[in-house]
Antibody, heavy 121, light 110 residues
Framework: EGQLVESGGVVEQPGGSLRLSCAASGFSFDDYTMHWVRQVPGKGLEWVGLITWDGASTNYADSVKGRFIISRDNSKNSLSLQMNSLTTEDTAFYYC??????????????WGRGTLVTVSS | QSVLTQPPSVSAAPGQKVTMSCSGSSSNIGNNYVSWYQQLPGKVPKLLIYDNYDRPSGIPDRFSGSKSGTSATLGITGLQTGDEADYYCATWDSSLSAVVFGGGTKLTVL
């Protein structure tokens, strides 16, 4: 049974930086493209970005491009999201999700429980 | 404003059938696969449908998906109060090189 556990969510000031982590277990982590999805409390889902199984390729939503960086360490079954130049609009629950499809045919059948990032002065 | 358009809410009585739509364009739904997610109150999203109409193991056949052109539809039959949730469609957008979600539809089982 696969599991994803996010960590690192805290209260941070606008303009600050934060690094989220996602620990994977129970499946072959290096077989899967991984994504970050966020959700403002009470609002809808917003895709943040993805990283391919080998870390060779990343894609980002326009809203975070140039500010956020996704990376992975397959030797540690770990996914990361480096968040820079934070704004209040980045306040959300951040979920990591396993992509069981292919690039261009993504679907998420395993989600973490999420970690809350609050950007506030 | 979401790239994919979903009605904000739908409602139906227990035991009845409901459908909810997801409208996009040729750069997303029209040429890519659609997935659907259920998010119960306070819970993590759960995959209901992938590849337009396939159901993961454990998802009852009360849930169905279809696609026609640039629109997709989620259907739920035999509605139960436990189906009250937010439902999201998603797909790849080839122009954006991004996954896009609909704004979500809140299902109320009256």
């Amino acid at each position: 049974e696969g599991q994803l556990v996010e960590s690192g969510g805290v209260v941070e000031q606008p303009g600050g930086s934060l690094r989220l982590s996602c620990a994977a277990s129970g499946f072959s982590f290096d077989d899967y493209t991984m994504h970050w999805v966020r959700q403002v409390p009470g609002k809808g889902l917003e895709w943040v970005g993805l990283i391919t199984w080998d870390g060779a390729s990343t894609n980002y939503a326009d809203s975070v491009k140039g500010r956020f960086i996704i990376s992975r360490d397959n030797s540690k079954n770990s996914l990361s999201l480096q968040m820079n130049s934070l704004t209040t609009e980045d306040t959300a629950f951040y979920y990591c999700a396993q992509d069981s499809g292919d690039l261009g045919r993504s679907y998420f059948d395993l989600w973490g429980r999420g970690t809350l990032v609050t950007v506030s002065s | 404003q979401s790239v994919l358009t979903q009605p904000p809410s739908v409602s139906a009585a227990p035991g009845q059938k409901v459908t909810m739509s997801c409208s996009g364009s040729s750069s997303n739904i029209g040429n890519n696969y659609v997935s659907w997610y259920q998010q119960l109150p306070g819970k993590v999203p759960k995959l209901l449908i992938y590849d337009n109409y396939d159901r993961p193991s454990g998802i009852p056949d009360r849930f169905s998906g279809s696609k026609s052109g640039t629109s997709a539809t989620l259907g739920i039959t035999g509605l139960q109060t436990g189906d009250e949730a937010d439902y999201y469609c998603a797909t790849w957008d080839s122009s954006l090189s991004a996954v896009v979600f609909g704004g979500g539809t809140k299902l109320t089982v009256l």
